[in-house]
């Protein structure tokens, strides 16, 4: 019987080893998986709020795109936010738009990943495109024709 849990001694080390390191990687993908679909919303309501701003912001203000990302998610940046002018069909009237044309603000995510920190695995989550469309107001003119700031 002495020799028999001789032998066992280590077999306990080696399943603790192995069903912590199994349960880690269950709780750090919970978490982060958690912190995705975090990061997801926040860059929906940004792109809400983006798409806002551009209705009463000059036309391709800077502070439009920066609004997106107003909670700091880890490598996004302006190149994932797409600034879009409509006419009264829906159509794009391309990156300089006349004024007067413009009947709709559409302001979009789109080829965002976020990484995730899950032991034993390198995975990402790829976020889908999602935009936000709005009918134009004041495109950062008031009624005396003056240009406002954002």
């Given at each position: ?24 990687v ?7 998986l ?70 709709y ?46």
């Amino acid at each position: 019987m002495k020799r028999d849990m001789r032998r066992m001694r280590g077999t306990y080390t080696v399943e603790f080893a192995i069903s912590a390191s199994v349960l880690m990687v269950l709780v750090f993908g919970c978490i982060e998986l958690c912190r995705a679909s975090y990061t997801l919303a926040s860059l929906q309501e940004g792109t809400r709020r983006a798409a806002r701003l551009a209705t009463v912001c000059p036309i391709n203000d800077p502070a439009i795109t920066n609004a997106v990302n107003f909670m700091g998610a880890y490598g996004f940046s302006s190149s994932n936010v797409q600034l879009t002018y409509l006419d009264v069909n829906g159509n794009s009237l391309g990156t300089n738009p006349n004024f007067s044309s413009i009947y709709y603000v559409q302001v979009g995510v789109v080829n965002y990943t976020i990484p995730l920190a899950i032991p034993l695995m390198n995975a990402v989550v790829t976020s889908p495109s999602f935009a936000v469309t709005l009918p134009s107001q004041s495109l950062g003119l008031s009624n005396t024709g003056a240009s406002t700031a954002c």
